[in-house]
């Protein structure tokens, strides 16, 4: 927990603040000298954004495209109902107009030979006429 919290950049005293603790029990906790109740272990474990296994076992987690959407999910958690399908309907428009960019940019890149196709026969159409 420590050292996710270094990465973080985060003082004890800040996270104690977001879990609602006293600094002095959430530095017993990190040092690993008391225990912790299920909720503010699950609390932990959004706020650093890893999984209970983490936090429990100390096992890196695998980083695949599944965590990414679980923290995506994690991080709309607790907000209102109508604030999440907002978030989801903007990210859906994003994601829809990266694949439309694509597409163009793809379309682009199959078109861009026959240009330079065309160029490089002028170039050599005009060189044998030298």
Do not use: H
């Amino acid at each position: 927990m420590r050292c996710r919290r270094l990465e973080l950049g985060w003082s004890r005293e800040l996270v104690a603040e977001r879990l609602g603790v006293v600094n002095k029990y959430y530095a017993d906790i990190e040092r690993g000298t008391c225990g912790m109740s299920v909720e503010t272990l699950i609390n932990l474990s959004r706020l650093y954004g890893v999984s209970l296994d983490t936090l429990i076992y100390g096992e890196k987690e695998k980083k695949s495209a599944v965590s990414q959407e679980e923290q995506l999910m994690r991080g709309l958690n607790g907000m209102p109902q109508s604030v999440q399908d907002y978030c989801l309907r903007m990210l859906w428009l994003f994601a829809d107009g990266l694949r439309a960019a694509q597409a163009e940019a793809a379309a682009e890149c199959e078109t861009v030979p026959e240009t330079i196709k065309s160029s490089s026969d002028s170039k050599k159409n005009s060189g044998s006429e030298a």
